[in-house]
Every structure is written in C-alpha cells, then in structure tokens.
C-alpha cells in the first residue's frame, strides 16, 4: 500500500493567495471558505492533513468545510495557527489583523533578549528575531492627561497599530503614555512573532533622539517638554490636534512657527489642519477616518524616504 505523501504548505503558489475569493476569505477570516478553496485547489491536501497543519481536530475541519460550522472566526490564538500552519503570507496575515510574520517593532524583545536583562542595546533597535533593519524610526509622545479627547486617542491609537505593524516601523516611547498603548494593542490585535516584553526609554531626550518622525498625540507638560525637545533638534514634527492638549498646542504652534514647518509639503498642512478640527462630538466613524487620514500621511512621508534611500 502506498503511503500518502505529506503535504508541503510551502509549496502553494503565491498566485493562490493573490486571488480575489481567497483574499476575501481572509479579510472576512472566514476560515470555511478559505479550506474550501484550499482543499479544491491542492488535491494532494486532505482534512486530515490539513486539521494537522493548523492544529485542530479533523472533525472541527470537516464541519467548517460541510459548514455546519460557523465560518467566521475571531479567535486570534486559531487564525495565528492557520496562518503559520498553511505559510501564509505577510500581506494574506495582515488581511486577518495577524502581524507580518518578519514583524518590525524596535520597542519588543524576544525571549532571548528578555533572558539577557540588562539595558537596552542597539539591538533592540532591530527586527524581533535579531536581524538588522533600516526601516523609519518614529517617537510616539502623549498621553491622556486632562484636555485630552479620548474619542480620538482612542481612534489614532488604532490606526498608529495598523501603520506600524503594516509598514513594519520602528518605535520610540516612554514608559507610560499613548506608545505603550500603540503597542499594548499590537500585542492584543496583531500577535506579531516573538513578542514577549515591550521595552520603554527613559529619559525624554532619548526618546526623541534617534528618531526620524514624532507623532504629539494628546498629552500635557512632559508632552510638550519632548515636543519642545524635537523642536530644539530640528526633528519632523506630526501633531494630531484633535486629540487635545499638548498636541494642539504643537500643533498651533507648528502652524506660525517657520522653524516647525518648513520641511511640511501643502499636503501635509492641510491633514494636519483638518485633523485638528475633529470634534469629539463627530461620530465615531467619521474620527476613526480623520485619524486614519493623518496615519496615511505619515505613510506617504516614510514612503518617499525610503525611496530616496533606496
């Protein structure tokens, strides 16, 4: 009797995860129509083989596939488990909410480097799995001190998590603060590999001190102290008004000062002066769009950095 072969995930096509029913079926993480196509497409592939690949038991497959089961799944602990079961790719895990699998964050240590202790090293300022890495380093400052809309915190903290794990950024913050919320909610949304331990820099310099952009979300004095800090060393500076505080502090103040705006294309002026009229009173749709716009701008500005590096 001849043995079935096992099947290799790593020999599906990236054709497979480019087609528009399966990318569909991603982004809706319905996992039954995603094993259906998988199954019809790669003969070699059975529920079996595939209840192993994803850690389920061959019965959870077969009711999914004959859709006795709810298709759609929320569970990050089982889409991870698909994800890395089938091999699928960065943008196909970004389309479920997972992370990249080679995820960028410089504030995260593995469990290597958690083991290690001690200070932190310019190898925190790398990929999790240790690698090197020259993507655009970005300073989160804020908070929700008193002043501050939590509406819109709450928005912007949600599209910043998008922006750093899709365009794999690395992250300055403090030890308390919007940062560490950014990413708190990468850890809870995202699952990126290897993420143990987030790691804060102290010291309101240093958190500015290498990095390329700082974002003024919210915040009060020690907001504005980092804020005039960047100001002091020339950095690119990205408040979002609209979130109250220091931030529209900077914001206005950028808007007269020269100094502050100069390196600001007409485009980016304007995002920043309709994303400083958000009111908290909007609907939360119409908040979430405004902060989704300032990210988008940030992206466009790393976006023409890295090509000129390239």
Same mark, same amino acid.
């Given at each position: ?138 300073? !989160?400052?804020?908070?929700? @001190? /008193?002043? %501050?809309?939590?509406?819109?915190? $709450?928005?912007? +903290?949600?599209?910043?998590?998008? =922006? ?113 009229? !958000?009111?908290?009173?909007? @609907? /939360?749709? %119409?908040?979430?769009?405004?902060? $989704?716009?300032? +990210?988008?701008?940030?992206?466009? =500005? ?9």
């Amino acid at each position: 009797m001849t043995r079935r072969r096992v099947f290799d995930p790593g020999t599906v096509p990236a054709s497979f995860w480019h087609r528009s029913d399966v990318q569909e079926a991603l982004a809706r993480r319905d996992v039954a129509q995603l094993f259906r196509r998988y199954l019809a497409d790669f003969a070699d592939c059975t529920q079996t083989q595939l209840a192993l690949l994803t850690e389920h038991d061959r019965s959870d497959v077969s009711n999914w596939v004959r859709g006795t089961r709810h298709g759609q799944v929320s569970d990050i602990n089982v889409l991870t488990r698909i994800a890395e079961g089938l091999c699928i790719p960065d943008n196909g895990r970004i389309l479920m909410g997972l992370a990249p699998a080679d995820a960028l964050v410089s504030s995260v240590r593995d469990e290597r480097e958690l083991a290690r202790g001690g200070e932190v090293t310019e190898q925190v300022r790398q990929r999790v799995d240790g690698s090197d890495s020259a993507s655009t380093r970005i300073a !989160i400052c804020g908070s929700r @001190a /008193p002043g %501050t809309s939590s509406a819109v915190i $709450d928005a912007a +903290v949600r599209s910043l998590a998008r =922006l750093v794990m899709v365009r794999r950024l690395l992250v300055n913050h403090g030890p308390v603060g919007v940062g560490i919320e950014v990413i708190t909610h990468i850890a809870d949304h995202y699952q990126p590999p290897g993420l143990r331990g987030a790691v804060a820099i102290f010291g309101r310099r240093n958190v500015i001190l290498d990095a390329e952009y700082v974002l003024v979300i919210g915040g009060g004095s020690g907001t504005q102290a980092e804020a005039d800090i960047a100001v002091s060393m020339g950095k690119r500076i990205l408040p979002l008004g609209a979130t109250g505080g220091s931030a529209r502090a900077v914001y206005q103040q950028a808007m007269r000062s020269q100094r502050s705006s100069a390196w600001m294309s007409r485009d980016t002026r304007d995002t920043l002066t309709r994303c400083a009229e !958000i009111s908290e009173r909007a @609907a /939360p749709d %119409t908040i979430q769009q405004l902060t $989704d716009d300032f +990210v988008y701008t940030i992206e466009k =500005l790393v976006d023409a950095d890295e090509g000129d590096h390239a």
